[in-house]
């Protein structure tokens, strides 16, 4: 049990870590003039083909080289379109305002509005990269980065990723219901644990009185356990050290376990489509035994790279990246962190975690609902589809309740006090 508590609390903070990535992202690009003006132009066509030629110029699009057919055209629908440009100001807005990545919203979102899993992964990928490029996210804000941990991680990063990738694949070329099932079991599972963490830290905040945010908490992982002391201790070459600034001489582990870990956490960005980080960060805290400040830098590192890696070679090569609902994702969601960030100022920490506790748990019911209906369609279990498609129903009201509640909140209490919000920009 308190394996899985601590487990929890990494996963959190490793969410958490992402998320002060995608603030600074965010806040990289809106601040600067030349960057807003370059993602207009950039925009500008998508945004006009996206609404006004959508419908008509979807069915003449050409195909793909090597002979394939896209699995989605580029411009798809209107209100599909627009849909994406709010699901990311959702995701925006949590990761804004509860200072935790929103981006495991967004592949159950995509996927309760029609979209393949497969898709949603691929284009929450390429997402996450686009993201990440645009905020020249590869500057001083990442931060303590140990270049030889984050190389050899990286390179079984990139072995999961492609591993990740081609099961996907395979998995839709047999029956993209399986593809879906497939996905949508490691997202149950995933945000069935991540939510009831974050449900049991908000009720033990709440008990105790504490009403710190979302980005408090002290860092961890300056103290090792035993199992990290124990896979230090073994000596595979080379080693690979890190933490010198704890540790006189530093600290060091065989880039056996590296190069696994980076697969691990390879595999999970190339199945969910999303970086990795609620992974690493509990992985070389809780068992590689690396700091909390040189797992921070490292992880953000790491995400570029597998993200751009397994969303390039696994998936858009493939025709399995929606770009039109990418570019609005990565609309909306720029526009979400900055409101969210800002009514942080003005609204309790405990109420946000209870929020966020909320918003993971909708979307791990999201999953489980639709789970039962494509299980159904495979003949797994004996279920109509009268039935599967009202469980789905029920999963995906649930979680854009929810998760719609929870934007009308953080908006409405955005323009309720946009005048306080305003005197404290003067002020500061």
Known sequence: MKFFREWGKFMMMGARAHALWEINISNTILRDRK????????????????????????????????????????????????????????????????????????????????????????????????????????????????VPLALVFLIGAILGATAGGLLNRVLYEINPVLSDAFITTVYAFMLTFLGAYAMNDFLTARKSGSS????????????????????????????????????????????????????????????????????????FVYILGVSSMTTVGTDIFQIVFTAGYAGITQYAIYGFIFYTLAMGMLLGSLVGIQIGAMVTKVVKGVTIRGFYAMAVLAGAVNRIFALPG?????????????????????????????????????IGTFLINIRVLKGEEVQS
């Open 35 to 146: 960057r807003v003006l370059i993602l207009c132009l950039f925009l500008l066509p998508i945004l006009l083909g996206g609404i006004v030629f959508a419908d008509q110029i979807s069915d003449s699009l050409p195909n793909l080289l090597g002979g394939k057919k896209a699995y989605s055209p580029a411009f798809y629908s209107t209100g599909i379109f627009i849909a994406s440009i709010l699901i990311g100001v959702c995701a925006g807005l949590i990761t804004g305002c509860i200072g935790a990545g929103g981006g495991f919203i967004i592949a159950p979102a995509l996927m309760s509005a029609g979209i393949k899993g497969i898709l949603a992964v691929g284009t929450d990928l390429f997402h996450i990269f686009a993201k990440a490029i645009m905020g020249s996210v590869i500057h001083r804000k990442l931060g303590n980065v140990s």
């Open 212 to 283: 710190g945010g979302a980005h408090g908490g002290k860092d961890e992982g300056a103290e090792m356990g035993n199992l990290p002391r124990k896979l230090q201790s073994i000596k595979i070459p080379p080693m690979i050290t890190f933490d010198h600034e704890l540790t006189p001489g530093g600290r060091s582990i065989s880039w056996v376990f590296l190069v696994l870990s980076g697969a691990l956490v390879g595999l999970a960005a190339g199945i969910m489509g999303v970086g990795g980080g609620f992974l690493t960060f509990p992985i």
């Open 374 to 410: 494509k299980l159904g369609e495979m003949d797994v279990i004996p279920l109509s589809k009268q039935t599967g498609a009202l469980l789905d129903t029920i999963g995906i009201y649930a979680f854009f309740v929810v998760i719609g509640g929870f934007a009308v909140w953080v």
